[in-house]
């Protein structure tokens, strides 16, 4: 099942085109639709096929969380969001290690788990998953186990994992309940294997890791290889992924504005390419990155010193990258967030900056289920999406006083598929 992924564009035959424009009822679609070897290429130009009439918007439909008040309302730091077959949304809160479940109608309904490390706590879980027949996977990454709860809320047991077997970087789960994980190579002596590769696996519903759905090379962001200390390289290419509804799998690397969608088999279906012009990271850049690191260290209290240390550890890319995530949203549509340069943010979208967790644009590019660029929807400001289920986008927003919400967004539009529960 598994399947190899290259990073660098493709080298395609000639193919034979068999769309060269169509009319959907807006703009002319001015791409191509070509055959290669029974793979679908589909190159867009810049521009899309929504009018102002046809595109797309968002409107807040629930909110949760308070400043002050009800404990079951507060969250200390949203760290994953899930929602079962019911609707019910599950809000990890990584700084108590609890789960707090709402109903989609957003009504507390129970806490789960605490810190520490007997049956059913955590010591350091990121993420929540929905798996078959709603039940809850919560990985530790720290005790190394894959914690499994039952839909009404009861521990049922624990699976360990070994930390050799790569370290997590990612966690994906579509509505249902396929679990995937994408894992890096794990550093044994800060030596870096040669030619690194991530790897996407598929967790079984018992809690173990069974499958591997895709390899690619590892990406350059975060460097391990040094002798003393991690580095990072910022707006470096990295693999970018999401899980399909069918169970396929959506990829791309961002150092080129292109992506693939594979079968639940995993066989490569479609690449899915739009112009689009390297932007370069210019000192400006660089200088309004350097001063978020360095306001934001100073505000945790660590010292100059320190302060100058890790700002040696941080260095960039030459290019920013094409795109920073992929999601598949309603309909089968592929939304790709977009990367705005920090010179070019308002003061208002820069005072906003939750760096560096946050340092991309409002506006998402969105393509119809058959690669076709359809044009771009802005997300709320302050806002971070977290999961895509049917027409509604959970996520989390932030206020101006830093507290975290869980908000989900409603696509208005001619979406073509029923409401979320």
């Known amino acids: ?26 703009s002319r679609w001015a791409g191509t639709i070509t055959d290669s070897a029974g793979v679908t290429i589909v190159a867009n130009p810049a521009e899309g096929i929504w009018t102002e ?10 909110r949760i969380g308070v400043q002050e008040g009800d404990p079951d309302h507060q969250f200390g730091e949203i760290g994953a969001i899930t929602i079962d ?17 709402y109903t989609a109608d957003g009504i507390y309904q129970q806490t789960l788990g605490s810190r520490g490390d007997g049956p059913g706590e955590m010591q350091w879980t990121l993420s929540v998953l929905i798996g078959p027949g709603d039940t809850l996977l919560v990985p530790d990454r720290r005790l190394q186990r894959m914690n499994r709860f039952a839909p009404d809320g009861s521990f049922i047991n624990s699976t360990n994992y070994s930390r050799e077997d790569g370290v997590s970087l990612s966690f994906r789960t579509n509505s249902s309940g396929v ?22 696996v598929l967790w079984a519903p018992d809690g173990t890791r069974v499958d591997t759905l895709a390899s690619f ?9 040094g002798p003393r200390s991690t580095e990072f390289h910022l707006y470096s290419p990295e693999p970018c992924w999401d ?51 360095e306001e934001g260290w100073r505000n945790d209290g660590a010292p100059p010193d320190l302060v100058l240390r890790l700002l040696k550890t941080w260095h960039f890319n030459d290019f920013f990258p094409a795109f920073q995530a992929l999601y598949e949203g309603p309909a089968g549509t592929v939304w790709v967030q977009k990367v705005k340069p920090p010179s ?27 690669g076709r660029f359809l ?47």
């Open 1 to 26: 099942m598994q399947q190899r992924l290259k990073c660098t564009a493709l080298i395609l035959p000639a193919a034979l085109a068999v769309v060269a424009a169509c009319d959907d009822g807006g």
């Open 53 to 62: 009439a046809d595109r797309w918007t968002l409107e807040e439909d629930l």
């Open 85 to 101: 077959s019911h609707g019910r949304i599950f809000v990890l809160d990584v700084q108590s290690q609890q789960i707090k479940i």
């Open 179 to 200: 679990v995937a994980e994408q894992v890096r190579p794990l550093v044994v002596g800060r030596r870096v294997p040669d030619d690194p590769e991530d790897a996407i």
């Open 217 to 225: 090379p590892s990406g350059g962001y975060i460097d391990m290889s």
């Open 243 to 293: 899980l399909t509804e069918t169970g396929g799998l959506l990829f791309g690397v961002n150092d080129a504005y292109r992506f693939e969608i594979s079968s639940s088999g995993g066989r490569l279906e479609r690449v899915v390419t739009k112009a689009h012009e390297p932007r370069p990271v210019t000192e400006r850049d660089i200088g309004i990155v350097r001063t978020h690191l």
């Open 344 to 370: 070019e943010m308002t003061k208002e979208e820069t005072a906003a900056l939750n760096f560096p967790n946050e340092w991309v644009a409002r506006k998402w590019d969105v393509f119809d289920s058959d």
């Open 375 to 421: 044009g771009q929807v802005a997300m709320p400001t302050r806002f971070t999406p977290r999961v895509f289920r049917g027409d509604r986008i959970y996520g989390v927003w932030r206020d101006e006083l830093d507290v975290s919400y869980v908000v989900r967004l409603h696509v208005v539009g001619d979406v073509g598929v029923p409401a979320a529960p």
